[in-house]
């Protein structure tokens, strides 16, 4: 077994055993949103690490799922899981429908032009009561209920978090080594090279687009499950850069990114939350220092130290070796 | 629709195009010449508002508060600039991210200094209260023609000075070519500090001209932010008749749509810029990238 097996192995045992000995609150308040906001962010390192396309509009698609869920169950009374299949629909299709206009531009525009859209779907939930119930939002959100239990009990639910987070990860990981995978890295370098090897370049880009919208959504619906109610708010300027702060905190370029992101994110809100009211400037700067210093993000610095350890391990048994052969 | 009713909303979105142009101008200019996408525009908008507030409070001088909010704002976005982009030069995305990241910290501190009430600003008497407009027979507040003229007014300064200026001819040129104009000598890195400034101080004055037609409160730099994106997303980047094109084309389409149907408006400003991105991707004025 390679080190780095024996690693995910023990985070996963880890993660796996947590609420055996883990504090409620760990549990509940800290790694459950972790994992929610980390399947929304992967959305976006699957976008940016991968396709090269940063996106701004990813918690717009979330917030869309629960939006879709919230009005089927709530507004229109239907059962849980025709609002799951409607919410997941719905982000799908919308982020379908970005991606077609999006695609066209990259870089910087492509962040401006998800931006912008984004903020249309803020001032449509707003203004809108009939789907999206206006300002106040959909309120009164339940979960699913499984065996008479509502599905956010505390360990029920983090289960159900971590078993999403893994499983997208895992999506996207597997996604990265198939052709359309790799398709989707070379199109990031060279878009032109792409193009003229025969490959549809807009259509490769658009089903990203589409699946990451998926991807959102289904944090999404976790999200909104875990809020219990949904209103512009949470799908807000601040909220969509949130996102984007998560990705880049934990590095843009790296599934595991998102995740690491998310859970020093939560811990930044939460805890620096408890000795000054400023947590939203703390966070700003977490996040400049990491674009300054580390465009990496922590993954990158991670994935250096390991190869710093890796190196001085191997210099070190490799000298056994030696005085051992002598 | 009724007579009154329909050049009442067309003055209403004309006015609010020339707030739009007053925000958007700024933004568009230091894209256009440093190709920096600063989505702290919203943020310099609402800093310039609050300081002109405060400056105002103080001195009594409403003028004299824009004219803070213009300094301050433009001070603000020289520190920017020099302290945390000019580093970056060329890295467009973590230009972009730094911008985003000072957002954050600005909107946070300033909801610290000035809570999250609503100022209103008091403008000279010469432009507040009503006018009764001859030809079209209805009545209209004062300050919305003002802010109707300033724009006018900046619009044409800032024609003056790109097309006849030696400064703006080098400002031109560096949104065509920069490399060829640093390469013939010319400080690019002055041109550029010079240009963040002014575009983070119009921002600031327009925190102060657009305040005054409403009010000032948190939560409006991601308004102007939208407003900025759209106005040159339609327009295209870099493009001072873009911007103006755009800024009339969205108010008014804001402005009818807010009047026929307001629970959909936000879906017509998002069919604007799909038909506009469909046919131009790069804006109606703005060249392929």
């Known amino acids: 077994m390679s080190p780095r097996a024996v690693v995910a192995a023990l985070i996963v045992l880890a993660l796996l055993s947590f609420p055996a000995w883990g504090s409620p609150y760990f549990v509940g308040r800290i790694f459950t949103p972790a994992f929610i906001f980390g399947v929304i962010a992967l959305s976006l390192c699957l976008l940016a690490g991968y396709g090269g396309m940063v996106s701004l509009a990813q918690m717009t698609l979330a917030g869309l799922a629960g939006y879709g869920y919230g009005h089927l169950t709530v507004m229109q009374g239907q059962p849980w899981w025709v609002g799951i299949l409607g919410g997941i629909v719905l982000a799908t299709v919308v982020a379908f429908l970005f991606g077609l206009i999006a695609v066209r531009s990259s870089g910087i525009y492509f962040l401006m032009i998800t931006l912008a859209l984004g903020m249309v779907v803020y001032a449509l939930a707003n203004q809108n009561r009939s789907f999206f119930g206006g300002h106040t939002g959909i309120l009164g959100i339940r979960p699913p209920e499984l065996f008479g239990h509502a599905l956010t009990e505390r360990v029920p639910f983090y289960y159900l978090c971590l078993v999403v987070g893994l499983a997208t990860y895992a999506l996207v990981r597997y996604l990265a080594r198939t052709p359309f995978g790799l398709a989707l890295v070379a199109l990031r370098d060279n878009p032109r090279r792409l193009a003229a090897l025969g490959f549809h370049v807009a259509l490769h880009r658009v089903t990203a687009f589409t699946l990451a919208g998926l991807l959102a959504g289904v944090g999404g619906l976790l999200l909104v499950w875990y809020n219990g109610a949904i209103s512009p708010t949470t799908i807000d300027l601040t909220r969509l850069i949130n996102i984007m702060v998560i990705a880049v905190i934990g590095g843009l370029m790296y599934a595991e990114g998102a995740f690491l992101g998310a859970l020093v994110f939560v811990l930044v809100t939460n805890f620096a939350s408890s000795f000054t009211q400023r947590f939203n400037t703390v966070i700003g700067l977490v996040f400049l220092a990491t674009v300054l210093f580390s465009p990496e993000g922590l993954s990158g610095l991670g994935l250096r130290a390991l190869a710093a350890l890796q190196r001085i391990l191997r210099v070190r048994f490799a000298s056994a070796e030696r005085a051992e052969m002598q | ?289």
């Open chain 2, 1 to 289: 629709m009724t007579w009154p009713q329909f050049v009442t909303v067309t003055l209403n979105g004309l006015t609010l195009a020339a707030l739009y142009f007053v925000v958007a101008i700024g933004f568009t200019l230091i894209f256009g010449v440093l190709r920096v996408v600063n989505l702290a525009h919203g943020s310099l908008y609402l800093f310039g508002g609050y300081v002109g507030w405060s400056v105002a409070d103080r001195s009594g001088s409403w003028l004299l508060g824009a004219l803070a909010a213009f300094l301050v704002a433009g001070l603000a976005g020289l520190v920017l600039e020099l302290g945390l982009l000019r580093p970056l030069h060329g890295q467009d995305l973590r230009e972009a991210l730094v911008t985003i990241g000072v957002s954050i910290i600005a909107a946070d501190l300033m909801l610290a200094r000035w809570g999250g009430f609503t100022y209103d600003f008091s403008p000279p008497e010469a432009i507040t209260g009503g006018v009764r407009i001859p030809v079209l027979g209805i009545g209209y507040p004062k300050y919305r023609l003002f802010v109707l003229a300033f724009a006018l007014a900046l619009g044409v300064v800032l024609w003056m000075v790109l097309s006849r200026t030696r400064l703006g001819i080098t400002v031109r040129a560096a949104i065509d070519d920069r490399d060829i104009v640093a390469a013939v000598g010319i400080d690019v890195q002055r041109v550029f500090a010079a240009m963040f400034a002014i575009g983070a101080g119009l921002a600031g004055l327009a925190g102060v001209v657009g305040g005054s037609v409403l009010s000032i409160s948190s939560g409006e730099d991601a308004r102007y932010l939208l407003a900025s994106l759209i106005v040159v997303i339609v327009g295209g980047m870099g493009s001072l008749p873009g911007t103006a094109v755009a800024a009339i084309l969205v108010a008014l389409v804001e402005q009818y749509s807010l009047a026929l149907f307001a629970t959909y408006a936000a879906i017509v400003s998002f069919l604007l810029m799909v038909l506009v991105l469909a046919v131009r991707p790069q804006g109606l004025f703005g060249r392929p990238a």
